[in-house]
């Protein structure tokens, strides 16, 4: 899939912008919360962008907002694993889509593990062990 690069806003967003963007979050800002899925599920690339995208990953899998924004970031987390368009602190993206989409990630680590590309299927592999270990799965929820 083509990436949904980031709008203007989001592709300037400084370090501290994103601290009160999660702070808001955090606090329970319903808007603040729509501008984090947007974030976390545009493709973009500042400093200290993805250290805030796992923060705020961190914050949602125990906290998570509506269905269709859930949704929205499992789709571009989805495509990021596929594609190979992630870097560091990705695991923490992944870990809120399994606990969002399990079935949805298996497909997806299935999809990812047949790439020709090492880090895409060592990333696949990482799902799979991750659904295989989690005992609500197991257990058929």
């Not at 329970?28 to 796992?54: K, Q």
């Not at 992944?94 to 090492?118: C, G, H, K, Q």
Request: with cysteine.
């Amino acid at each position: 899939m083509r990436p949904s690069f980031a709008a203007l806003w989001i592709r300037s967003l400084t370090k501290t912008e994103l601290h009160s963007l999660v702070d808001a979050v955090k606090l329970g800002d319903l808007e603040a919360t729509s501008r984090a899925v947007e974030f976390v599920a545009a493709e973009s690339f500042g400093m200290w962008h993805n250290r805030a995208r796992a923060k705020l990953c961190r914050y949602f899998k125990n906290h998570p907002p509506t269905d269709d924004q859930s949704k929205r970031m499992v789709d571009a987390i989805i495509d990021r694993l596929i594609d190979g368009r992630f870097s560091e602190q990705f695991k923490d993206q992944l870990s809120m889509a399994i606990r969002f989409s399990p079935a949805r990630m298996a497909e997806a680590a299935t999809v990812a593990s047949a790439s020709d590309r090492n880090y895409i299927r060592r990333y696949a592999d990482w799902v799979r062990q991750t659904l295989d270990s989690t005992p609500a799965i197991q257990n058929g929820g």
